[in-house]
Each structure stands twice: as C-alpha cells, then as structure tokens.
C-alpha cells in the first residue's frame, strides 16, 4: 500500500524536509524525525512507514529526509554499496547527511513547528543508525526509537573489506555512548538478525548502560526488545513490533 498524505519543504538549497501529519499552520506540536528510505518513502511507502501509520490521527507530526543514495530513483539495495564505494574515495555521505539533519531539526523548531521539549527519532535499519547518530549530536532530541538499528557500520556486508577504514570505524554506535547515555532510547530487534547482528546490537546498549553508570545515571532509559526473527536474514520488522515501538513513542512524548 502507498499513501501519498506528505508534503515537501525546501529548507535550504537542495534540501527537502518531508512531512506528514497536523497541518503545519497549526502551532508547535510534538515531532518524530523518522528515517528509512527516501524521504517520500519513509512517510508513505508500506511497510517502510508502518510508525507514521499507526500514529496517524494523533497530535504529532512526522517529518523525514533522504537518505544519502535513496535519491533520484536508485534502488535501496545498492545504497550501503555507494556509501562504500564514496567512502573509498574519502567522502562522508552520512557526515553530510547528519549536518542535514540537524538543520532541519533547527529549522523546525525555529519555525515552531515542533516543541523542542518533544522531539524524538526513530529509523528502521541503516534509518535507526542515522537516527541514533542525530541524537547524539543533537541535544534537544532525547527520545530514540530504532527498529533492526544496524549499530556498526562495519559489520555490514558492503564493508567487510574496509572494517577498518577511518571513516567506516567512525560510524560504531558505541562511540557515541556517553552523549547518548542520558537519553530515552528504545531498539527493537530480531533474536536471529545476521543482517545486522543482534549481538552487536546488545553489546551496544550495554556500552550506553555503562556509560550511564560512569555518569551516575540511576536507571538509564535504555532498552533492547528482542522477538523472534522473521525475513530475509532474519531482519524483517513485523507489524506488531512498529505498532509497539510507535506506541512508546507516543507514550514518552506524552501525545494525544
């Protein structure tokens, strides 16, 4: 199914903030930033958009941008691939797409169109990796909802042969635990997932718990949600499983 209920905003050049949800003229509300494919994908494209279908109706708006090598009809399958291959040449997509990001998160609550004390992100996949680095990069984000997170970028297949690159080794999650120790934080994951590696996916969250305990943090927000694999390696997310993690977030950001 496809639902076309999203709207574009040009936030600077070259930049398109995607959108859907509470009309935008209508004050300052609660916001998800939502990342999976392109933007136009993420918020309309079924079963990528399962969390902006189960909080249609509620008083939230869900805004989402485009994943570097998304754009201009590429296919997803080939996109960890050109992320490798631009990283071979010393670019940084996800570098630049996080500064991106983070534009847009200022740029909605400059324009008031999201309250700064509530906003969270959320991602499936290569999603929940961008999504998670934003949080640690942005301060004001202090909810986290990843869906399968792929939590090191160099235990994906299209990177086995550059581990070690500086710019690959960089995106490792657990680099970033103390700025996101503090933080709600919510992954759901596969008990089976060799896409990405459940294991890997653990082992990260206890790197957040322990640098919460570093920073006396009594009883971190932080969690990991393991159900029964189901797709292709073991990385497919069920629709119940969006349902629960849209309802937390409904829940944390205190939504009606």
């Known amino acids: 199914m496809t639902d076309n209920r999203c709207t574009a905003l040009e936030i600077a050049p070259d930049l398109e903030l995607y959108h859907s949800g509470p009309s935008l003229d209508s004050g300052e509300m609660p916001a998800l930033f939502y990342f999976a494919l392109s933007g ?99 301060e004001e984000i202090q909810t986290v909802v990843g869906f399968a997170p792929l939590v090191r970028l160099n235990l994906a297949k299209e990177f086995h042969a550059m581990a070690h690159h500086p710019i690959v080794a960089s995106y490792d999650l657990s680099r970033e635990a103390f700025k996101l120790a503090s933080k709600r934080l919510r992954y759901y994951i596969g008990n089976c997932d060799t896409r990405v590696n459940t294991r890997a996916c653990f082992d990260c969250v206890q790197e957040m718990v322990n640098a919460a305990q570093e920073q006396q943090i009594r009883s971190p927000q932080i969690e990991m949600i393991m159900s029964p694999s189901v797709g292709r390696m073991g990385h497919g997310t069920p629709p119940e499983v969006f349902k629960k993690g849209s309802q937390w977030i409904a829940e944390t950001l205190k939504i009606v």
């Open 40 to 138: 136009p994908d993420s918020l309309c494209t079924d079963p990528f958009n399962q969390p902006v279908q189960f909080l249609r109706g509620r008083q939230i708006r869900i805004f989402s941008l485009t994943l570097p090598a998304h754009e201009n009809k590429l296919s997803p399958d080939d996109a960890l691939r050109v992320w490798a291959e631009e990283m071979t040449r010393g670019e940084d997509p996800l570098g630049r797409f996080l500064d991106a990001a983070q534009l847009a998160v200022e740029y909605a609550v400059r324009q008031k169109l999201a309250d700064p004390k509530r906003i969270a992100v959320g991602g499936l996949s290569r999603g929940g990796l961008l999504a998670t680095l934003l949080a640690a990069r942005a």
